[in-house]
């Protein structure tokens, strides 16, 4: 090999050395950001100013432990304690200021409670009923409700109350407390018909309905402007009357 060839491969194998040795220095420094950056990191959990949405992405899973417990608290219904008594029990109605108090069952008939009270016992009073065709729980178009006129006044012989104007207007409000909520009913009419001259319909079409409602009104003994909205229910409550023939004394309401 001639001396002049000797000079060449030397620079070329000092070339190659200094590549490697900066190539190394270069991994060197870049490993030790990395470390650094996982130091930073480190320290930014411990730290007591560490926030999560700083670190969501790093370690969700830690994230989520470190939420507030939900806890929940129920409360048990009122009217189960009845539901207990009488599986037939479907709520309770309840007129401010008047003895209409009472627990409110359904049967599959609209017989069976005229002389049976909550605990299906004989009663000549016998309960505060709703009509069979209500499916209850609010459910209904129209609630229809039925309780006898007893003389002391007890049970839904109040209602008859109602045929004095100002009674009328100072005790509109009827409260219904089903299973599942409850609900207030403003009174808008009042009157007495025999039992052959009317029907209660459950169910409406809207147009139906409207019209239903307006004829209610107009049959009032006593006047009282309201607005009429068809997503609204409508509530009713009848006893016996003794002014004319087979009479009945019957309350509309309309949901609040």
Same mark, same amino acid.
């Given at each position: &090999?001639?001396?002049?060839?000797?000079y060449f491969f030397l620079n070329i194998s000092i070339l190659v050395l200094l590549i490697i040795m900066i190539f190394s220095g270069f991994r060197l420094i870049q490993r030790k950001s990395s470390e650094k950056e996982v130091s930073e990191l480190i320290a930014l959990r411990s730290s007591?100013?560490?926030? $999560?949405s700083e670190l969501i992405e790093a370690d969700p899973i830690e994230i989520y432990n470190e939420q507030p417990e939900i /806890?929940?608290? !129920?409360?048990? %219904? /009122?009217?189960?304690? !009845?539901? $207990?008594?009488n599986s037939d029990f479907t709520g309770w109605i309840t007129i401010a200021d008047t003895v209409i108090d009472y627990p409110i069952v359904r049967g599959s008939d609209?017989?069976? !409670?005229?002389?049976? %009270?909550? !605990? /299906?016992?004989?009663?000549? $009073?016998? $309960?505060?009923? &709703?009509?069979y065709r209500n499916i209850g729980q609010f459910n209904d178009q129209h609630t229809i409700i039925y309780g006898h006129y007893m003389k002391n006044g007890t049970m839904f012989g109040g209602l008859h109350e109602y045929k004095e104007e100002t009674y009328f207007k100072t005790h509109d409000k009827i409260k219904l407390s089903g299973l599942y909520g409850e609900k207030t009913y403003t009174i808008f009419s009042a009157y007495i018909v025999s039992a052959g001259d009317y029907k209660l319909e459950i169910d409406l079409m809207d147009g139906d309905y409207e019209n239903y409602v307006q004829t209610l009104q107009s049959n009032s003994m006593h006047k009282k402007d309201f607005i009429f909205n068809e997503d609204k229910a409508l509530l009713t409550l009848a006893t016996c009357s003794y002014e004319i023939e087979n009479g009945r004394i019957v309350i509309h309401a309309i949901e609040d």
């Open positions: &090999m001639t001396k002049k060839s000797k007591e100013n560490f926030e $999560a /806890k929940y608290d !129920y409360k048990p %219904n /009122k009217n189960s304690e !009845y539901l $207990a008594i609209n017989e069976f !409670y005229l002389n049976r %009270n909550i !605990y /299906k016992m004989s009663s000549d $009073a016998g $309960a505060i009923f &709703m009509d």
